[in-house]
């Protein structure tokens, strides 16, 4: 098993994160997005998509999607649960990691990609053949940031993490979120957003953030 694996991204941690939650390991390469790895013929060989992460089983299945690889790590070991453990909960997991992906991380990404010199003409990520950036949208992706801290911040009041009282895969979207627009996409956690500060530095100290 090899994931392709890209060091500064935001979702190939997400699956470094909820694998070193279940302990498990495997060989990594590293694909550098910046100066185009990820569309060399080499690599689209691999995954025509152009994007990480990817994991290529030993015989030879490619999965992308962040989600889907934490699926097959979730079945292939279910210890600790990540994704709910009923019908419910697993449900809820699922609607709040799809919150933190749509509210947050897609600001992010946008804030960061049109506002990117590197990206200029890679306005979408992976092979998308050229599209050039969209300034305005930088601006719209930051707004889009600061509401999801708002919310967040709002749900946080309630639970002590993203989906209730367990940490599951919906933080590992949160954090990776918040730290890829903290960084790249400079949209801090604002001052007011205690809770999320208070989480954030709960989740930032577990081991597997630093996967
Ligand atoms: N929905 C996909 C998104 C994958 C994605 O866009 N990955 C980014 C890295 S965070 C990428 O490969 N970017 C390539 C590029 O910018 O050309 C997932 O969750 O795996």
Excluded at 56 to 68: P, R
Aim: hydrophobic share 45%; glycine share 8%; aromatic share 8%.
């Amino acid at each position: 098993m090899q994931l392709y694996d890209s060091k500064l991204a935001p979702n190939p941690r997400r699956v470094r994160m909820f694998m070193a939650e279940k302990g498990i390991d495997c060989d990594t390469v590293q694909v550098d997005i910046i100066q185009g790895e990820n569309l060399s013929d080499d690599f689209l060989a691999i995954n025509p998509r152009g994007v990480l992460p990817t994991l290529v089983l030993d015989d030879g299945t490619v999965l992308d999607e962040s989600v889907a690889i934490c699926r097959y790590f979730e079945e292939l070991e279910p210890q600790p649960p990540l994704m709910g453990t009923d019908p419910v909960s697993k449900a809820q997991v699922e609607a709040r990691q799809r919150h933190m992906e749509f509210d947050g991380l897609m600001g992010a990404a946008e804030a960061f990609r049109n506002a990117f010199p590197g990206f200029a003409n890679r306005g979408l990520a992976g092979n998308a053949g050229t599209v050039d950036a969209v300034p305005a949208l930088v601006e719209r992706g930051r707004n889009t940031v600061v509401r999801f801290y708002e919310r967040l911040n709002e749900a946080l009041a309630e639970s002590e993490f993203v989906a209730g009282d367990a940490f599951t895969i919906a933080d590992i979207t949160a954090l990776c979120t918040i730290d890829f627009a903290a960084g790249a996409a400079r949209v801090p956690i604002p001052d007011g957003c205690e809770n999320v500060k208070r989480w954030h530095a709960a989740v930032s100290a577990r081991p597997s953030a630093a996967a």
